[in-house]
């Protein structure tokens, strides 16, 4: 086992640990304002259900990118064995998903509690409301794909 | 793909008709009527507002009674009941059940009533409770409690706190009082906190005992609720004997009527055909308070249609006594949308209206919305497994409730279609289940990685493998989204006839885009990063520097040419060709169809390796349980996961990157005047 290993699993542990801590953060915050609103009327369940779980994605991401580093760096099987180097690489390649992942839930997590807001006094612009949170979500969405890309890349070099 | 040309009717009928006039449009539902004719003395409105309290009366009272149902007689429904829309009646049937009219109404009232009388009975418990706790300490007296002595004697009844004896009382009483060896002290019951005591005197003593004892924190029995009928008192016995009869009588009476009410539940299609017929009336007496009327005619006025004129003219001719007349309304009239598709464009419309509707001389971008929407929906989900179960899903649905509410048979058509796309896709990218089928086959079948891979081969490749070459697809689907968006903004212009805006806001983005792309195809830093094949050569390096010049050129030139001042002309030209960065980061947002399209395979394949090494390490029978556990579960959760984000996504890409390139919306929707009814429809043909 060496340091590299170190490296990559503390990499894959951020990404899982600190954007599926964002997504529990954001989902939560999201989930009291929803349920207050189904206090009041309980027909628009399904609407803001959807709103609460727009910053829930982030973990999933996190927990993709952890999961494809593992797969990489052989500690899901395989062997173990990586220089340094190499582990700091796959390091930095979580960086963006852990990071974003954590903040974009928090903020993503604000704008779907606006939209349940607006949704309680205007269930008919429902389609608005959920972009409002989708625009945060962008940024996870290419910390994701930085990511996911980064690793690929690191697992082809030699 | 269209929006709907409109007239504007102007039917001019005789007064005595118009209630039957206006049930007819209500029930066609084709029109929108609005009344903006002057109000000039002779004509005039009518104040409907006492009818109009009536049928609210009638509604709400309707409702109640349904409440009431709901709550006493369930209705047995099924989870999809939701989706079975409203009952459709024909126009003799809903006449002959209004025959029943005014049975109906007193049906309604008696349930209301006897609800009310239920809820008063039940009112009626904590204080039947609170009177018979305050008699059980007097069960075992024989005298009634109001018993207030004989013709010389005074007696006392009440309770004194804690728990006494007669010793500790005489104590207390013979500290506080003299002649405390006159007065008789019978205890009836005690507790620990308080004693039950009946203090009897003579008459001339009777006073000062009643002060002394008020010292003593004596209170007086209950008297209340314990004479009988006729005035004569009651033991505290036999009172507490009639509070549990009159309590087992409420009891009864609640039972039976809760059992009424059951009985009437019978009636309950009826009372919900009377509440939706008085919210009909309702609605039709809104509109003969909003028209003009004379004596002896009225005037209505609205829009329809272009393509249900013929029709409801020649039953209107055919029925009515009237005048009628469409024209096409005027510019400045704000005229009401209504979309028109096919069945494959249609579904969308719900998306497109939740943006909003097409503003005045834009074009009805369903059928392009259509096809993007789905796509990009099988992009983004790309799992040939879960696109037919969403396509079968919504298929099966769709056939068994045919009656079902446009709206909710709209939203599942279009996932029907979202499903088949992304079935589709999900078999061009070789997903099914994730890589269900691989890992199957290695965990049961021990067939080796390198083969088991190859036995569901991608039609075209596995973006795991090559995500590059899935990045530069999805920019590229991006590229000819958003030119499809510029490609409808000049459509847009040139069927207002404003060729040149056609070209300054369209030709010349599209040449200055598109040049841009070429050249970068022509740089081999570019190709080598995006992982094509091949570079453009010299001349088409040339060529596109040319084309991306001149679209330049002409950004700065025109895009500021509502200014006469060429200075601030050309300012607002080069923050105008600054636009271009819009672009790059529009592309760049077309990532997101990799970056869900492989969440989900990688989630799935997460789940595929978990079952396998479960599944993997048991003995077979057991393995394979183990194994569908985790994959159900595992893929439920996935499906819903990703088929959320697919769906917010696609909606993200329609009206920030594409709507953002020619779309504004602001059309107001048709509010047809029709039946806003809940429990039936009635179906009339012309």
Not at chain 1, 49 to 56: A, M, N, R, V
Not at chain 1, 93 to 102: D, H, Q, R, S, T
Not at chain 2, 395 to 407: A, H, S
Not at chain 2, 627 to 635: R, S, T
Request: charged letters at 20%.
């Amino acid at each position: 086992m060496s340091m590299g290993t170190v490296w990559a699993l503390l990499g894959a542990a951020l990404s899982a640990l600190l954007a599926g801590a964002g997504s529990a953060i954001g989902v939560g915050k999201a989930g009291q304002a929803a349920a207050g609103v189904v206090t009041e009327d309980p027909s628009l369940f399904s609407k803001v259900l959807i709103l609460q779980l727009l910053p829930g994605t982030q973990g999933i991401y996190g927990l993709l990118i952890a999961f494809i580093t593992l797969t990489n760096i052989g500690i899901m099987g395989g062997s173990a064995d990586m220089s340094l180097h190499k582990g700091l690489l796959y390091f930095a390649a979580c960086l963006p998903m852990a990071v974003v992942g954590l903040i974009s839930a928090i903020c993503q997590a604000n704008a779907a509690v606006s939209a349940i807001g607006l949704v309680a006094k205007k269930p008919d612009q429902f389609g608005k409301a959920m972009i409002f949170p989708a625009m945060v979500e962008t940024y996870a969405i290419l910390a994701l794909l930085v990511s996911i890309l980064s690793i690929f890349g690191v697992s082809a070099l030699a | 793909m269209a929006v709907m040309p409109m007239k504007r009717m102007t039917l001019i009928a005789m007064r005595r008709d118009r209630k039957e006039l206006l049930q007819f449009l209500q029930r066609q539902g084709t029109t929108e009527i609005d009344t903006d004719v002057a109000d000039d003395g002779i004509y005039k409105k009518i104040d409907v507002s006492s009818q109009k309290q009536i049928f609210l009366k009638n509604i709400k009272q309707a409702e109640d009674a349904l409440d009431i149902l709901n709550k006493v007689a369930p209705e047995k429904k099924s989870l999809l009941s939701s989706l079975a829309g409203r009952e459709i009646i024909s126009l003799k049937d809903f006449e002959k059940d209004l025959g029943r009219r005014n049975e109906i109404m007193s049906v309604i009232s008696k349930i209301n009533s006897l609800y009310k009388e239920n809820l008063e009975l039940i009112a009626q418990i904590p204080k039947d409770e609170m009177d018979r706790e305050a008699l059980v300490p007097w069960e075992g007296f024989d005298l009634p409690l109001d018993f207030s002595g004989t013709e010389k004697t005074k007696a006392f009844i009440g309770t004194l706190p804690g728990d006494l004896s007669a010793e500790d009382i005489y104590l207390t009483l013979g500290m506080l009082f003299k002649e405390a060896d006159r007065v008789d002290v019978e205890i009836i019951s005690k507790s620990n906190q308080y004693t039950a005591v009946m203090f009897v005197t003579g008459n001339e003593n009777a006073e000062e005992l009643n002060d002394v004892l008020h010292r003593m924190n004596f209170t007086k029995a209950p008297s209340q609720a314990v004479t009988d009928s006729d005035g004569t008192s009651l033991t505290p016995a036999k009172a507490i004997e009639r509070i549990d009869a009159e309590t087992a009588r409420k009891a009864a009476r609640r039972k039976q009527i809760i059992s009424d009410i059951t009985d009437l539940a019978a009636d309950r299609h009826d009372i919900e055909l009377i509440r939706d017929y008085f919210t009909m009336r309702k609605d039709k007496y809104d509109v003969i308070g909003s028209i003009n009327q004379s004596d002896h005619v009225v005037i209505i006025t609205g829009y329809v249609a272009a393509e249900d004129v013929p029709k409801l003219e020649a039953a209107l001719n055919n029925r009515f006594d009237l005048a009628c007349d469409f024209s096409e309304p005027s510019d400045d009239e704000d005229v009401p949308v209504k979309l028109k598709n096919n069945a494959f464009a249609s579904p969308v419309e719900g998306v497109i209206a939740s943006y909003s509707l097409p503003g005045k001389g834009e074009v009805d971008p369903s059928m392009a919305v259509a096809v993007f929407y789905y796509f990009f929906f099988g992009l983004m989900l790309s799992d040939a497994a879960y696109g037919i179960i969403i396509a079968v899903a919504c298929g099966i649905l769709l056939k068994k409730f045919k009656n079902m509410e446009t709206g909710l048979k709209k939203t599942l058509q279009m996932f029907f279609y979202c499903g088949v796309a992304t079935t589709i896709v999900g078999f061009i990218f070789g997903s099914f289940f994730g890589d269900v089928v691989s890992s199957v086959a290695q965990t049961f079948f021990h067939v080796p990685e390198a083969t088991a891979n190859k036995l569901l081969p991608p039609i075209w490749f596995n973006p795991l493998d090559d995500p590059i070459k899935m990045l530069t697809f999805c920019f590229a689907v991006g590229l000819i989204h958003l030119f499809t968006g510029l490609g409808i903004l000049m459509y847009q212009d040139i069927k207002n006839g404003h060729v040149l805006d056609a070209i300054y806001d369209g030709l010349f983005w599209y040449m200055f885009v598109g040049g841009c792309v070429l050249l970068l195809l022509c740089l081999p830093m570019i190709t080598g990063m995006l992982g094509l094949s091949f570079t453009l050569g010299p001349t088409v390096k040339n060529v596109s520097i040319c084309i991306a010049l001149i679209g330049f050129a002409g950004v700065v030139l025109f895009s500021g040419r509502e200014s006469r001042n060429w200075g601030k002309r050309l300012a607002k030209g080069l923050y105008g060709a600054y636009g271009i960065t819009s672009y790059l980061s529009d592309v760049l947002s077309y990532s997101r169809l990799l970056a869900l399209g492989l969440a989900t395979s990688v989630i799935s394949s997460v789940f595929n390796t978990m079952a396998g090494m479960v599944g993997g390490a048991v003995p077979v029978v057991i393995g394979v349980v183990l194994y569908a556990v985790i994959f159900i579960i595992g893929h439920i959760l996935n499906m819903a996961i990703n088929a959320l984000g697919a769906y917010v996504h696609t909606n993200r890409l329609q009206y920030v990157e594409f709507f953002g390139k020619f779309y504004n919306g602001g059309g107001r929707p048709f509010e047809a005047f029709d039946q806003k009814t809940k429990y039936i429809r009635i179906k009339e043909d012309i």
